[in-house]
Each structure stands twice: as structure tokens, then as C-alpha cells.
């Protein structure tokens, strides 16, 4: 349960970046007050707070609020410590009223508790500050969607993307459905359907085609490893991709602020099965 001394915690550490642009134009106007001040007046102010706190935590529905009020200015103050990690200091940038993502994400950082969750929309945010219209509302919509859990299993299921945004659909038929790499990951065609299900991936299959690259040699990147095609058939040099699974456009924005891993399991199975009409594999690498 949140109290004064955690968020006493989360001010104290605030502190330390109060001047950097992410406080002095937003979060300073959030809260009401500057934090840069805290320093100087903590102990009144965390003295003030505590006896707010010890007046009205037994009075019902007053000290529900006044309890859910502590967590959410927790939850924002220790969101925007993390954003102002990657605000660009060259950068110093009002957000405008009118930018909707902006501040409904800001909003919902009050009710973000995890640590994970929050890195990740602090990233977020501090992108948006940056270069503003960066995101969509769209995107928003699908955060809200994921929780720590969702949020680990998307993470696993990038390291299947070839090409930064496709799933081959191939992988997840019977025949193939019980590879290591799934083990590995910790994932199955159920949870990944969940993904699509909150709009991390579009909701139906790209059928062959749908991605094409063309040229007599043709290199298909996962990772820092490539696979290198060359075509058997100088008359025919469309490399028509396999039906696929394809992030959409919150999936992208999202994906890119995760960690994915290199899984070796995986790249030997493109190896064997990513097969392409007309293409061999002339080079690995």
C-alpha cells in the first residue's frame, strides 16, 4: 500500500533531476509545486504529508482518496525520474495543450505501479517530448492493454521478427509448434494470439507477396545475422516473403523500446524452413 514515505522517497529522488527540462515545463505544473524546492523544505513538506496522511487514513472514504491520491503522485514522480533519463537536453520543448498522446499518457502514468511498465512508457514519453507527433493515439490505447505480464511476452516474441516486423506464420503449424526455440521463449500460438488481440500485431495473416524485395540477391537480417538469397531464376527475381505475421503500427512504436534477444534455436530454423521460391541460401552470416 503507498504511503508518505514512499512517496517522500519518490520526491527525494526527483530532486536530483528537478532542473532538467521534462520537470521545469511539465511536471512541475502537475504536481503544483517545484520540485527543485523539495531539498530545501522536505522535511516540513514530508512532516505535512504524514500528518495528513495519519489524520485521514481512518476516515473511510476521505482516506481511500487521500491514500489513492499518494500512489497516483508516486507512480507519476518515479515515471518521470525515468523520463528525464532520455530527455534530450538540446531539446528543451513545451509540449502543447493539444497533443492528446502526450499528456493521456502522462495521466496514465499514475496508475502504472510497475517498474518495467513504467520504464517502458517513460521511454515513450520522453520520445514524444522530443520530437512531438511521434506517436499515435493508437499506440496509447494498446499500452493500456498490457500489463507486466503481455508486456515480457511481447518482448520474447520479437525475438522471433525477421525483417524488425515479421512473424513467418509457418512457424507456429503443427509441425513446427514444439521447436526449442518456443521452449525457450516461452511463448505458444495461444499467447501470441493474445498479443494480436490487444492490437501489438495486425489482426490477420499477410499472405504471401504482401512483403517483396526484389533483386538477385536478396538478404533477409534477424539481428545482426542475415540470411543471403541468391535467384535460380534470372527471369523471376520477386522474393515473395511467406505468409507472415506483421507488427502493426503500435507494435512498432512499442517494440522498438524493447530488448529482445538473439535466439539461436530460431535463426537455425530460418536456416532449414524460411524457403523462398526461386532463392537459395548462398550465405550466413
Partial sequence: MPDPVSLGKAIDSATKVANTPLFTTVIDKVTGFRLSE??????????KILDEYEKLKGEGLAGMQYIENIRKAEN????????????????????????DFFWNTLEYTKTVSNEDMQELIAKILASEYNEPGTYSVNTLHTLKSLGKGELEIFQACCSLLVQ???????????EHRKNLFFKELNISFNIFLNLKSVGLFLP????????????????????????????????NTDFLFPTSHCLSASGIQIAKHLSPSFNKAYFNWLQDYFQIPNYLIVKVH
Avoid at 523539495?38 to 512532516?47: F, L, M, Q, S
Avoid at 524488425?164 to 503443427?174: A, E, K
Avoid at 512483403?211 to 534470372?234: A, H, Q, T
Fill in 204 to 235: 490477420n495473416v499477410i499472405e504471401r507477396g504482401w512483403y517483396e524485395l526484389k533483386g538477385d540477391n536478396v538478404k533477409l537480417e534477424y539481428f545482426d545475422k542475415s540470411l543471403n538469397y541468391r535467384s535460380i531464376n534470372p527471369l
Fill in 76 to 99: 507519476l514522480i518515479n515515471t518521470a525520474v525515468k523520463t528525464s533519463k532520455h530527455i534530450d537536453p538540446e531539446k528543451p520543448n513545451e509540449i502543447e495543450i493539444d497533443n
Fill in 38 to 47: 523539495w531539498a530545501a523544505e522536505g522535511e516540513v513538506r514530508k512532516r
Fill in 164 to 174: 524488425g516486423q515479421l512473424i513467418p506464420d509457418l512457424i507456429f503449424s503443427n
